[in-house]
């Protein structure tokens, strides 16, 4: 997983603006936090998740079952 930071204001919506580099995070932080007069967090991702539940068996007809 390639690494990356996002911004969360506090009483604000979820984040939706992912940044490949960590300074250009805290700079935005910092310029919202002067702008909206709140308290911003730089949320880094540590890891991801996935549901993978689909398996395809065999490669031909013979595993039709009608």
Do not use: H, N
């Not at 939706?16 to 805290?26: E, G, I, L, S």
């Not at 949320?43 to 068996?57: F, H, N, P, Y």
């Amino acid at each position: 997983m390639k690494q990356f930071w996002m911004l969360y204001a506090e009483g604000g919506g979820a984040p939706t603006v992912k940044y490949t580099y960590k300074a250009d995070a805290q700079a935005e932080a910092e310029r919202l936090a002067k702008t909206l007069d709140k308290r911003v967090y730089v949320l880094e991702a540590i890891g991801s998740c996935r549901k993978s539940d689909v398996t395809w068996e065999g490669d031909g007809p013979d595993d039709i079952p009608f």
